[in-house]
């Protein structure tokens, strides 16, 4: 079955002579979107990654234990996982660990902040993505697509 909001039909198109681009224009705005919530994840990941200590005290509040393990994880999992997902390398694996990584700050600012919506927002919006990925794959454009495997 073909899901006519990613793949439309000539026949299901208002002005059918529009499918070659659409054809063209997925497969780039699926890397696009791949690459740049992966180099997102890395920017925002940096710093963790150069500390990897540095966020025990915020997961030990959020209730993680132990801290240190969880800081590191948290460390890796957001720069490298990052990179991973930008590149298309083990895609689904990367997208999930940035999933749940971005759950888990929804309930931060949602829940244990209390910013509700407003400070969850970007975070909801990400881990949509990333779940899309997981889901998805990195697409016609990634190494996982070079290598012809993927999980």
Known sequence: MTDQSTHPTRNSLLIPALAPLYGA??????????????????????????????????????????????????????FLGGLLLALGLLTRLAAAGATVILLVTVYFHWIQL????????????????????????GGRFSVDALFKRTL
């Open 25 to 78: 224009l997925t497969p780039l705005a699926f890397t696009w979107l791949r690459v740049i919530c992966g180099v997102a994840l890395m920017v925002h990941g940096w710093p963790k990654f150069l500390d990897p200590l540095g966020a025990t005290g915020m997961v030990a509040g959020i209730g993680f234990a132990p801290a240190a393990f969880w800081s590191v994880a948290l460390s890796m999992t957001e």
């Open 114 to 137: 209390d910013q509700g919506y407003g400070g969850a927002e970007l975070s909801l919006i990400w881990s949509a993505v990333t779940l899309y990925f997981v889901g998805a794959g």
